[in-house]
């Protein structure tokens, strides 16, 4: 139905930057707020960046002026370009995207999220 494919995990040392993409596929009609959040061990899943349609954003207070969450409409696709990475950013990445879907002959509103991406960052 959805299909969210994430890339662009992987371990980095402290100081260093990241990219992750996500890329949403299959009977979506509309792709509302598209984000990004993470689970550290042993801790609930966060919030770190939302983006609308309209590029309205928003970040974890954690993140604000390190990470910068961008969108192709044309392409739905989400990034998040993570800078000045700390020990404490390592956790499994998810993408999720708010979007209107078809289902068989009408169409609905659900939350879909991507399998996860790795991201360690080494002190």
């Known amino acids: 139905q959805v299909q969210l494919v994430e890339s662009g995990g992987g371990l980095v040392q402290a100081g260093g930057s990241l990219r992750l993409s996500c890329a949403a596929s299959?009977?979506?009609?509309?792709?509302?707020?598209m984000g990004w959040y993470r689970q550290a061990p042993g801790k609930q899943r966060e919030l770190v960046a939302t983006i609308t349609s309209a590029g309205s954003t928003n970040y974890a207070d954690s993140v604000k002026g390190r990470f910068t969450i961008s969108r192709d409409n044309a392409k739905n696709t989400v990034n998040l370009q993570m800078n000045s990475l700390k020990p404490e950013d390592t956790a499994v990445y998810y993408c999720s995207i708010v979007a209107v879907v078809v289902i068989r002959s009408t169409h609905d509103v659900g939350t879909y999220w991507g399998q996860g991406t790795q991201v360690t960052v080494s002190s």
């Open positions: 299959g009977s979506i009609l509309v792709t509302n707020a």
